[in-house]
Structure formats: C-alpha cells, structure tokens
C-alpha cells in the first residue's frame, strides 16, 4: 500500500472499530481488529486521542454540508420548506451506523466527540432554526434562546436522531412497515408539529422590538 493508502485504511478500519467497541479498548486490539501492527498505527497516530480526533473529522465534520446554512438563510423559502429540506437531507446524510454509535458511545466516555459535535451544531445549525423558527411565528427578536425555544427544538432534532438510535442501537423498529429515517413524510409530520407548538410560545417583552 501507499502512505495515504495505508492511512487511509487505519481511519476506515478505527471508524468501523469504534463504533463496534467504543473508545475504551486498547490500541493493540484495534490493530489486531483491522490487520496491522499497534506499531504502524502508532506511526500514524501517536496517540489515541489523535485517532479519535482523526475519526470526528472524517465521520461528523466531514458530514457537514456548508450548503445547508445555505438552505436555512435562503429568503425565497418558507420555515416549513426550509426545516423540510434540511432534515431530510441531514437524515439522508449522518444517520448512518458509524456515525450514531460513535456519537452514543463518546457520549458514554469521555465526550470529547459529542462536545465538539454539539458546539458545531450550536455554532452553525440550531441559532439559524431559532431565527427561522422565530420568522414563522413573525417574531423578528433576536434575544438569546429561551429554555423553551430550545427545548421545543431539541424535540424536533432529538426526534430526527432517534431513528437512528433505534436502528443501530436498540436494534428495533416501532412497526413492521417503519419507513426509511429519511422519509420526507415522517419528517414533514415532525417539521409541522414543531412549527404549530412555536404558535404557543408567549412572546416576552423584548420580542417585538
């Protein structure tokens, strides 16, 4: 194999691993897993940590699509049509085995995956679905996020992300005929309920200035 070739097939072969095992396995039972020697791996990456680094970027930065901020700041479409587009296609792109059991378990150890996944989306992702959110209740505020804003929010997005957690985790299905996690008719019923629950947030003082 080449340099990049044989890197490249420690990162695919730790991303399979990981999200097999979790983080709390040795070195050594990783190298053995894909066929290498701890050794070359350690030539490659001097530390586990630089590994696990490598993997967040591959599987959660590299899913990332700047396209969508894109989507989201578009002033042609509605909220509706704007959430819609988004999460299926956010479905269609993360909800895949690797990325939902890695995320689970760095939630279960050290968290250094899910911190820095969860910053990311509150960096990029959920401010542009509170201002959307808030443009279709024709709020025009930009205060800081309620606790309610936020929670209401997380339902939507926890929700989305549950179906992966059900399939690669628990390993079941609520009904025979479940359709696939991206199914635009799921997401559109999950989209519209979060947008007519918006409806019943009291505005504060400060949200019409």
């Known amino acids: ?3 990049e070739d044989r890197e490249r097939h420690i990162v695919d072969g ?6 097999e095992h979790g983080f709390d396995a040795q070195m050594r039972e990783l190298a053995t897993a894909i066929g290498v020697t701890h050794t070359l791996v350690y030539h490659y990456f001097p530390t586990k940590q630089a590994l696990i680094d ?5 599987v959660f930065v590299g899913r990332w ?3 969508w901020e894109d989507l989201l700041n578009a002033k042609s479409l509605s909220a509706e049509e704007k959430l819609i587009q988004f999460y299926v296609d956010y479905a269609r792109t993360v909800l895949a085995r690797e990325f939902v059991r890695i995320l689970i378990f760095s939630g279960l150890t050290d968290r250094s995956i899910t911190d820095r996944f969860f910053k990311m989306l509150g960096d990029k992702l959920f ?3 509170i201002r959307e959110t808030r443009r279709h209740r024709g709020c025009k505020s930009r205060s800081k996020t309620t606790v309610r804003e936020h929670e209401l ?3 939507l ?3 989305i992300f549950y179906g992966g957690l059900r399939r690669f985790v628990y390993g079941q299905a609520m009904h025979d005929d479940s359709p696939a996690m991206d199914d635009e008719t799921i997401i559109t019923d999950r989209v519209r309920s979060y947008l007519q629950a918006s409806l019943e947030l009291e505005p ?3 949200e019409d200035t």
């Open 127 to 129: 401010p542009r679905i």
């Open 14 to 19: 730790a991303i399979t691993f990981f999200s």
């Open 65 to 67: 699509k700047p396209e």
């Open 54 to 58: 490598r993997v967040y970027i591959e």
């Open 1 to 3: 194999m080449s340099v």
């Open 204 to 206: 504060r003082a400060s």
């Open 153 to 155: 929010l997380m339902g």
């Open 157 to 159: 997005h926890g929700g």
